[in-house]
């Protein structure tokens, strides 16, 4: 049995969970540092891009899923129907 | 005076027709020869109209050249030099002479002066593209002819329109149209049903994906961005282009999230991305056209290189479904890095080419006040890293081992996808060469620490979504059902019924005719019969009876 490649192996995929989590906090504590550019009042609020960015995503997956389930058919659906 | 010799989309049309002839050495040299001709007459493409000629009593402006028709011209001789390196160990010979003919095209509407050369190169265009798709082969037939059942009724719209536009204004000129009149409403849709815009974008997703692994690469590039440059040029500032792009875009990043084909996640991406674009004209101010150019510019390149990852994955593993995909960055480094980048890329990460356009389109609605737009777009930017930037690399080169060991690709692939991996750095990191080349002048500086953050922080947090949420991301076995459904099921069980209905009708009617034909056919036979009253023959008797009969009735009528 070859050995996994280090890429794949648990502990390495802990490491880079951390690293991840400490890059996005990075990201907004940077924020205490860098000139804000404010255009309209809701980007005033601290992190906006932040949880923003989360939760457009979030909805984004939640609103895919929900038409998934009146929209989704199994790939031979057309192919099928051609026979 | 420059001749049509220096016509950069003539100089690849004809280099498609010898390339269809040559083989070998001789083929490769005009493969890639002829698009960098083409890069470097359309670099130096002199402003104004180059090369006229007479039609019907019209004036064609056969090349004409601006700072935009440049600017395109160059992106899709550069598209077309580097498709062609990617694509010289297709098998097919029909492919690249088809693809080439089809950049040739969607250049020669750039450097169109007029509506009727713009029409001509469309055409062509729509020919070259479904000869790309046929190449593919017997599985690809159904969907290229559903393909060109859409182009072909985009022409017929088009065509309708500027018949219309002449009549009505007496001018073929190519310039920027208000929606007055029903012939630009005609020009309009034709226009946007090329950029692949709601209702008629499924044929894009629907074709895209079954052209080779190679022909996909060409086939992203021409149309849809030949659509935005023509709504550029005659529709900027169209209100109505905001919310057909802003729905193009949600569009794109719903049905890529739920599908399962890696290139058909990367064709609803172009959707998207076109979408931006789409968006961007239809806000009009410089910023705004100055962006949707520049990520035209970018578009090409980052989606075309996704496409060469995915077109690489293809061929070296004949699997095209993520389900059946996964740990291949173990065997193609290389391609997955290159893919990697382009997705960095379409997600505008800083220091890649996205973050250098598209922002400038999200620029354009802050400098206008419009709040909604603008916050769709920072979701619609979120949502791109989720559809495109992770979902495509992480399901086809990570998630779960496949199993598949599969070596890189071929060494003209693989400079192919460093070439453009380099670009996509490239621009991103100095976009002044591309911002020099843009429509208007630019007043706009990308790298600012806060756009930087926010950019980061939207982008990252989005990734953090993906992670969390993957269980409602895993892969099925599944197509999303879209509009072509309806003219795939719904008008051809409509048809199927009427036709069976129609069958009915007509063997019941002709049960009734043939009765009464034989029933005719014995009446005349019983009075002209042999036998019948009216062939046998007559006593003079009886003549003379009927004689008197007819002078009596002339008589009675006289006095009446």
């Known amino acids: 049995m070859e050995q996994k490649h280090w890429l794949t192996r648990p502990e390495t995929i802990r490491r880079l969970w951390w690293i991840f989590i400490a890059i996005l906090a990075a990201t907004v504590v940077a924020e205490f540092f860098i000139a804000h550019e404010v255009h309209f009042s809701v980007e005033a609020i601290f992190g906006f891009n932040a949880w923003y960015g989360f939760l457009a995503c979030a909805a984004l997956i939640i609103f895919a899923k929900a038409l998934g389930l009146v929209l989704k058919k199994p790939d031979t659906y057309y192919e099928k129907r051609d026979d | ?560």
Not at chain 2, 3 to 18: E, N, T
Not at chain 2, 219 to 227: E, Q, Y
Not at chain 2, 315 to 324: E, I, P, S, V
Not at chain 2, 526 to 546: D, N
Request: with cysteine; glycine share 10%.
């Open chain 2, 1 to 560: 005076m420059t001749s049509l010799f220096a016509h950069p989309g003539l100089v690849l049309i004809a280099g498609a027709l010898a390339v269809a002839w040559l083989r070998g050495g001789a083929r490769t040299v005009v493969a890639l020869g002829a698009p960098l001709a083409a890069v470097v007459l359309a670099w130096n493409a002199p402003d104004g109209v180059a090369v006229q000629a007479r039609f019907l009593d019209y004036e064609l402006a056969l090349f004409a050249t601006d700072k935009l028709s440049r600017l395109f011209a160059i992106i899709f001789s550069l598209m077309a030099f580097g498709g062609a390196l990617f694509a010289l160990n297709q098998k097919s010979r029909l492919e690249l002479p088809a693809a080439l003919l089809y950049a040739g095209s969607a250049i020669g509407v750039t450097f169109a002066g007029d509506l009727v050369t713009v029409f001509m190169f469309w055409e062509l265009m729509a020919i070259g593209s479904t000869l790309v798709v046929w190449s593919a082969g017997r599985t690809a037939y159904a969907a290229s002819l559903r393909y060109l059942m859409i182009h072909l009724l985009g022409g017929v719209l088009l065509m309708a329109g500027i018949a219309g536009h002449v009549a009505e204004f007496g001018s073929i000129a190519f310039g920027r149209m208000m929606l007055d009149s029903p012939s630009h409403w005609l020009i309009l849709a034709g226009f946007l049903i090329n950029a692949g815009a709601p209702p008629l974008s499924a044929w894009l997703p629907d074709a895209y994906p079954e052209a080779s692994w190679s022909g996909t690469v060409f086939l992203s590039a021409f149309t849809t961005k030949t659509a935005v440059y023509v709504l550029l040029r005659g529709f900027p500032g169209t209100d109505l282009l905001v919310y057909i792009g802003l729905f193009m875009i949600f569009y794109g990043i719903v049905y890529a999230l739920l599908e399962n084909d890696m290139r058909r996640i990367l064709a609803y991406s172009i959707v998207n991305q076109v979408g931006f674009m789409v968006t961007g004209i239809g806000i009009g101010t410089e910023m705004a056209l100055n962006g949707a150019a520049a990520h035209a510019f970018t578009h090409i390149i980052y989606k075309a290189l996704l496409l060469m990852s995915a077109g690489s994955v293809l061929l070296m593993t004949g699997k095209r479904k993520c389900t059946d995909l996964g740990g291949l960055f173990q065997s193609m480094p290389l391609t997955a890095a290159c893919g990697i980048i382009g997705a960095l890329s379409i997600s505008s990460f800083p220091l890649t080419s996205g973050f250098v356009s598209k922002s400038m389109i999200s620029q354009a609605a802050v400098d206008l006040h419009l709040f909604y737009v603008w916050i769709a777009l920072a979701a619609a930017s979120a949502g791109v890293f989720l559809h495109a930037g992770i979902k495509f690399p992480w399901f086809v080169f990570y998630q779960k081992d496949s199993g598949l060991r599969p070596p890189e690709p071929p060494l003209n692939m693989r400079i192919a996808m460093v070439f453009f991996s380099a670009l996509c750095i490239g621009l991103g990191v100095a976009p002044g060469p591309l911002y020099d080349l843009l429509p208007y002048a630019v007043d706009y500086v990308p790298y600012t620490g806060a756009h930087v953050v926010t950019q980061l922080q939207l982008l990252l947090f989005s990734g953090l979504a993906f992670f969390v949420m993957l269980n409602f991301l895993k892969r099925t076995l599944t197509i999303t059902l879209d509009v072509d459904w309806v003219y795939r099921v719904l008008l051809t069980d409509l048809t199927r019924i009427a036709a069976g209905g129609l069958a009915r009708a007509l063997a019941r009617s002709q049960a009734v005719l043939a009765d009464r034909a034989a029933r005719l056919g014995g009446r005349l036979y019983r009075h002209h019969g042999p036998e019948g009253v009216l062939a046998r023959t007559w006593p003079t008797g009886s003549m003379a009876l009927w004689a008197m009969v007819l002078l009596l009735g002339y008589l009675l009528l006289y006095y009446l």
